[in-house]
C-alpha cells in the first residue's frame, strides 16, 4: 500500500528530477564498495595479528599493512564521494517533490481547493518533501550498506571460523532488524498526532501573521497571542507525550542491540578460551561486532524516524488523491456566440438550478448585477471551468465545454477576481505575467500612466526591472486593482471578465479605466454594483431574477 504511494510520488517528482536513476545507481555502487573495504579492514588486522604471532615473513607484514592503510585512505575517499551525492540526491528529491506538490495544488479543483487550509498543506508539503527524500537516503546509506556488510562479514566469519557461528550472527541481526519492522509499526501510532497538531500549530501561526492589520486594529495582540499560547500548550503536551512513547521504544530498540553485543563477545572469548580461534579472529569478531553496532544503532533512529516518514508522504499523498482539473489543448472556431448555457442544471451555493439557459454574445459589454451571495461569481466560475456543470450543455463558441475545459480559451480570455495578487519581484515582471506578448520599456510606462500607476516607480526610484518586494505590503488597494486589471490588458485579451473592477477606485478613475477597457476590449463581462459601470453597458444581466427563473 504504502509502496504505490512512494512509487506514484517517485514518479510524478521525476519529472523534475533529471539523472534521478544515475544518481542512485553510483550510490548503490558506492555503498557497495565501501561496505566491502570497510569489511576488509578487520580481516586485514587479524592477517597481520596472526601472522606476527606465526612467525610470518617480515615482508608479507609489510604487504599486509601497506595494504591495510591504502584500503582505509580507499574507504575514506569513497566514504566522502558518497556522502557528496547523498548532498546531490537529497537536494534534489526534496525539491522535485516540493515542484511536484505545487503542481499538484495548483491543479486541485477550485471547490476542493477552497476546503484547504493552506497553513496545514504549506507544513505538509515541507514534511513529505523531507520525509521523502530521508526515507530514500536512509534506504541507501543506512539499511542498504548493513546489508552489504553484514553479507561480507558472514562470508568472512564463515571462511575463517565456520557456518554455524556465521549463521548464528546473520540470524541475530536479522531477528534485529524483524524487530525494528515491529517497532516501527508501533511507533507510527505515536507519529499521527504529532504531525496533526504541529501542522494545525503552522495554520494558526500564519493565519495571525496574515491577519496582523486587522489584529491591531481591534488592539487585539494581547487576545491572539494569548489564543496561540493555549494551541502551543496543546502542542507541548501533545509532543510530550508522543516523544516518550517513541523514546520507551528506542530504549527497547537499544537493550536488544546491546543483547546483540553481549552474547557474540562472550560466545568469541568462549571460542578462544577454548583454542578454536585465533587472537586475530577474536580482535576480527570484536571489530565486527563494533562495526555493526553503529549501524544498527543508526537503524534503530531510522527505523523510529521512518514511520513518521511513512505518515507524512501518506498525508501528503491525499492531495493527490484530490479531483484536478480536466483541462484539454481543444481548439475552436471564430463565432459570434461566446458562451452558451443550454438547459443546464447547475449548484450556486448548494441549491440546484435547473433548465438554466443564458447566451453571451461578443463586441458586447455585459454587467452582472445582483445582491450580495446571489451567484454572480459562481456564474463566472462556470465561464471559467473551475466549476462542473452537472447536466446540460455549456458551449465556448462552437466548443462543448460542459465537463472539459478548453486551455486555447484562456489565449483570448483574461479574468481579473476581487483578490488581487502582487506576486514577487518587479513590476515588469508582475505585468507582463505569463503573457505571449512582449512590450517595450515606453509601452508599459505609457500604460502605467494611463492606470494612475508610474508613481509607484517614480516616487521609489526604481525601474520597470526594479524588485519590488519591501513595497508589496504598502500598495493601497486602488493601486493593486488597477495593477491586476493592467496585467489582464497586457494579455491582449478579446474577452475580459471582471468581478467587481472599481471596488477600490474613485469614481473619475474608475471612468477613465472602464473607457480604456471598452474601447480597447471586444467583450467585457464585468461583476459589478457600481452605477459608472451599469452606464457603460449594452446589457445588463440580473443574476439573481436569471438564477431565480430558471
Ligand atoms: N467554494 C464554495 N463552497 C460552497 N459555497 C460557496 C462557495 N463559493 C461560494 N459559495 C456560496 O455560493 C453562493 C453564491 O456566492 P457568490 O460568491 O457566487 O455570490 P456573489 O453574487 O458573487 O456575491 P458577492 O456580490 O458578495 O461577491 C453564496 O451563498 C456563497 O456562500
Not at 524487530?179 to 496533526?196: G, N
Not at 462552437?398 to 478548453?406: A, E, F, K, P
Not at 468581478?499 to 478613475?509: F, V
Request: overall charge positive; glycine content about 4%.
Amino acid at each position: 500500500m504504502f509502496l504505490a504511494i512512494y512509487k506514484e510520488i517517485w514518479n510524478a517528482s521525476n519529472r523534475f528530477y533529471n539523472n534521478s536513476k544515475q544518481h542512485l545507481l553510483v550510490i548503490i555502487g558506492l555503498v557497495c564498495v565501501v561496505s566491502l573495504i570497510n569489511s576488509l579492514l578487520p580481516y586485514l588486522i587479524k592477517l597481520i595479528i596472526d601472522g606476527t604471532q606465526h612467525g610470518k615473513g617480515i615482508h608479507y607484514i609489510y604487504i599486509l599493512v601497506v595494504s591495510y592503510c591504502f584500503a582505509w585512505l580507499l574507504s575514506q575517499i569513497l566514504e566522502w564521494t558518497r556522502n557528496f551525492f547523498h548532498v546531490v540526491v537529497m537536494s534534489r528529491l526534496e525539491s522535485s517533490v516540493l515542484i511536484t506538490g505545487l503542481e499538484n495544488y495548483l491543479k486541485i479543483e477550485k471547490l476542493q481547493q477552497d476546503k484547504i487550509d493552506t497553513g496545514v498543506f504549506n507544513s505538509e508539503a515541507m514534511r513529505a518533501s523531507s520525509s521523502f527524500s530521508s526515507l530514500t537516503l536512509s534506504l541507501l546509506f543506512v539499511f542498504l550498506p548493513a546489508i552489504f556488510q553484514l553479507f561480507f562479514i558472514s562470508y568472512i566469519l564463515y571462511i575463517n571460523i565456520n557456518a554455524f557461528f556465521a549463521l548464528g550472527f546473520i540470524g541475530t541481526a536479522l531477528l534485529m532488524f524483524a524487530i525494528s519492522y515491529f517497532i516501527t509499526r508501533k511507533s507510527k501510532e505515536y507519529y499521527e498526532p504529532l504531525y496533526s497538531v504541529k501542522s494545525i500549530l503552522n495554520s494558526k501561526f500564519l493565519e495571525k501573521v496574515n491577519n496582523s492589520y486587522e489584529i491591531k486594529a481591534n488592539n487585539a495582540v494581547d487576545f491572539e497571542v494569548n489564543r496561540f499560547e493555549r494551541n502551543v500548550k496543546s502542542y507541548i503536551g501533545q509532543m510530550s507525550h508522543s516523544h516518550m512513547k517513541i523514546a520507551s521504544l528506542m530504549v527497547l530498540q537499544i537493550i536488544l542491540i546491546f543483547v546483540f553485543l553481549l552474547t557474540f563477545l562472550l560466545m568469541s572469548t568462549k571460542l578462544f578460551s577454548l583454542g578454536k580461534i585465533t587472537t586475530g579472529d577474536m580482535v576480527m569478531i570484536s571489530s565486527y561486532i563494533m562495526m555493526l553496532t553503529i549501524p544498527f544503532l543508526m537503524i534503530s533512529q531510522q527505523v523510529n524516524l521512518i514511520s513518521g516518514q511513512v505518515v507524512a508522504i501518506k498525508k501528503f499523498h491525499n492531495y493527490f488523491r484530490m479531483k484536478k482539473d480536466q483541462n484539454s489543448q481543444q481548439h475552436y472556431s471564430d463565432s459570434h456566440l461566446l458562451f452558451a448555457f443550454a438547459d443546464v442544471v447547475l449548484e450556486v451555493g448548494g441549491r440546484v438550478i435547473q433548465q438554466f439557459n443564458l447566451k453571451l454574445y461578443k463586441n458586447k459589454t455585459y454587467v452582472l448585477i445582483g445582491k450580495t451571495g446571489s451567484g454572480k461569481s459562481t456564474l463566472i466560475n462556470y465561464l471559467l471551468g473551475f466549476y462542473k456543470i452537472r447536466a446540460g450543455k455549456l458551449f465556448y463558441k462552437d466548443l462543448d465545454i460542459s465537463q472539459n475545459y478548453s486551455e486555447k480559451i484562456f489565449d483570448e480570455i483574461a479574468f481579473v477576481g476581487q483578490n488581487y495578487s502582487i506576486f514577487t519581484g518587479s513590476l515588469r515582471e508582475n505585468l507582463v505575467y505569463n503573457s505571449r506578448h512582449c512590450y517595450a520599456d515606453e509601452e508599459i510606462k505609457q500604460l502605467l500612466g494611463l492606470f494612475d500607476l508610474q508613481h509607484l516607480l517614480v516616487d521609489k526610484n526604481l525601474s520597470l526591472d526594479d524588485d519590488i518586494n519591501e513595497y508589496l505590503k504598502s500598495f493601497s488597494g486602488g493601486e493593486k486593482q488597477r495593477l491586476n486589471i493592467l496585467r489582464a490588458i497586457l494579455k491582449k485579451p478579446r474577452v475580459l471578465i471582471l468581478d467587481e473592477p472599481t471596488s477600490a477606485l474613485d469614481s473619475k478613475t474608475a471612468i477613465q479605466i472602464l473607457n480604456y477597457l471598452k474601447t480597447n476590449v471586444e467583450t467585457l463581462i464585468v461583476i459589478t454594483h457600481s452605477q459608472e459601470c451599469r452606464d457603460l453597458a449594452d446589457e445588463i444581466i440580473n443574476v439573481e431574477q436569471l438564477f431565480q427563473s430558471a
